[in-house]
T-cell receptor, first 112, second 113 residues
Framework: GQQLNQSPQSMFIQEGEDVSMNCTSS?????WLWYKQEPGEGPVLLIA?????ELTSNGRLTAQFGITRKDSFLNISASIPSDVGIYFC????????????FGQGTILTVHP | GAGVSQTPSNKVTEKGKYVELRCDPI?????LYWYRQSLGQGPEFLIY????????DSGLPNDRFFAVRPEGSVSTLKIQRTERGDSAVYLC???????????FGPGTRLLVL
């Protein structure tokens, strides 16, 4: 099935560093979402974006909905060890009524 | 309050067997979704229910997969004649109604030997 192109696939960073990851698609999406998944758990919603150009923050996390509606990025500032996990972008398009299309995920490792 | 729960948490079966996976959504949520997540991949949509009816089953891979939600609450994903390629984590999510934020359960890890 269709998936979004998410990069990078993995990141190894030191505690305190900033992190950036992004997602692109060949299709337009009406909503962009960013989720975090930890081992043995389901994805947990971090940020939701509903309008092209929208920039939204949630604590140390900031995400933007691209102007073309075909991309989004997520930034994490001043990373901490509990930021470790897999981050997924997801999009909702057209009349899919909430059916999510996910990226492949970015594995984040933070060294203390 | 209680989140989405899924049972069993793990299921090991043999090729060719039948399995049922259960999802209990958050109370009052009318929309329920099933996704499948293979190792190293993001979840892939299988089917979506609004109430008791399957509003979109376009993600079901073939006719061995079937899901029901007879009373508009609990849902069961049924897989017939399982194959090794069916091994994955099966995630369930629910939302207050269609299009709203989806809350995911912990998933059922299915291993087909």
């Amino acid at each position: 099935g269709q998936q979004l192109n998410q990069s990078p696939q993995s990141m190894f960073i030191q505690e305190g560093e900033d992190v950036s990851m992004n997602c692109t698609s060949s299709s337009i999406f009406n909503t962009w979402l960013w989720y975090k998944q930890e081992p043995g758990e389901g994805p947990v919603l971090l940020i939701a974006l509903y309008k092209a150009g929208e920039l939204t923050s949630n604590g140390r996390l900031t995400a933007q909905f691209g102007i073309t509606r075909k991309d989004s990025f997520l930034n994490i500032s001043a990373s901490i060890p509990s930021d470790v996990g897999i981050y997924f972008c997801a999009g909702i398009g057209g009349t899919s009524y909430g059916k999510l299309t996910f990226g492949q995920g970015t594995i984040l490792t933070v060294h203390p | 309050g209680a989140g989405v729960s899924q049972t069993p948490s793990n299921k090991v079966t043999e090729k060719g067997k039948y399995v049922e996976l259960r999802c209990d959504p958050i109370s009052g949520h009318t929309a329920l979704y099933w996704y499948r997540q293979s190792l190293g991949q993001g979840p892939e949509f299988l089917i979506y229910f609004q109430g008791t009816g399957a509003a979109d089953d376009s993600g079901l891979p073939n006719d061995r997969f079937f899901a029901v939600r007879p009373e508009g609450s609990v849902s069961t994903l049924k897989i017939q004649r399982t194959e090794r390629g069916d091994s994955a984590v099966y995630l369930c999510a629910s939302s207050p109604t269609k299009g709203e934020t989806q809350y995911f359960g912990p998933g059922t890890r299915l291993l087909v030997l």
